[in-house]
């Protein structure tokens, strides 16, 4: 089943932790990105990667890092994180960054820190 | 930047037609998109428009104006399934290439009987 799956679901930590959030796809996607929700302020864009080894910047990239170092898994990364970072994080990908590609989203992960 | 409104609520009767307007302001437009997001779960995709016009899919519509800045998603036939928030996208291209997908904030549609 082409997908796109997240570890943990549910974490809760504490604040300075370091943790990292999963995300692999199995649809040989070029394009990965990761967002966060949070009530009111919508989706928002941390960081993405246009293919292996490429990542760049989004809108709210502070406290974050990512790497891409084969196709199918995109990490995010929490070095130490802040009860600011609590939220709702969704990873997605599309088989390249533009035309009418759909992003297909992981079903998110739900951080509390603490 | 780009800025994407959309309203927050809104509420319809089971059956009726509803429609969820989006309006957007940015430099490199490269496509809108609208996508659903049930409560706790991911959004999944709806709909994508890159030129002016409507696009039909099934019981939901997308049209496009890109001289207003402004898109539509149109509901027919709507059940109480449909429940759920509508995302409206904006994908930019960006100086010195690549794509930027920007969401707006959601509409929070509520089906009624």
């Known amino acids: 089943e082409a997908q796109v799956t997240q570890n943990p679901r549910y974490l809760i930590t504490v604040t300075g932790k370091k943790l990292t959030v999963t995300c692999s796809q199995n649809?040989?996607?070029?394009?990965m990105s990761w967002y966060r929700q949070d009530p009111g302020l919508g989706l928002r864009q941390i960081y993405y990667?246009?293919?292996?080894?490429?990542?760049d910047k989004g809108d709210v990239p502070e406290g974050y890092k990512v790497s891409r170092k084969e196709k199918r898994n995109f990490p995010l990364i929490l070095e130490s994180p802040s009860p600011n970072q609590t939220s709702l994080y969704f990873c997605?990908?599309?088989?390249?960054?533009?035309?009418?590609?759909?992003?297909?989203f992981g079903p998110g992960t739900r951080l509390t820190v603490l | 930047g780009q800025n994407i409104d959309q309203p927050t609520e809104m509420t319809a009767t089971e059956g009726a037609i509803v429609q969820i307007n989006c309006t957007y302001q940015?430099?490199?437009?490269?496509?809108l998109f609208w996508y659903q997001q049930h409560a706790g779960e991911a959004p999944t995709f709806l709909s994508y428009?890159?030129?002016?016009g409507l696009e039909e899919k099934g019981r939901f519509s997308s049209f496009l104006s890109r001289s207003k800045g402004y898109s539509y998603l149109l509901l027919k036939e709507l059940q109480m399934k449909d429940s759920a928030s509508y995302l409206c996208a904006v994908r930019d291209i960006l100086t010195g290439g690549g794509n930027k997908l920007t969401f707006g904030t959601g509409t929070q549609l509520k089906v009624e009987l």
């Open positions: 990667s246009m293919n292996v080894e490429v990542t």
């Open positions: 997605a990908s599309s088989p390249h960054g533009g035309g009418s590609n759909e992003q297909f």
């Open positions: 940015t430099s490199g437009f490269n496509g």
């Open positions: 649809m040989n996607h070029e394009y």
């Open positions: 428009n890159v030129l002016d």
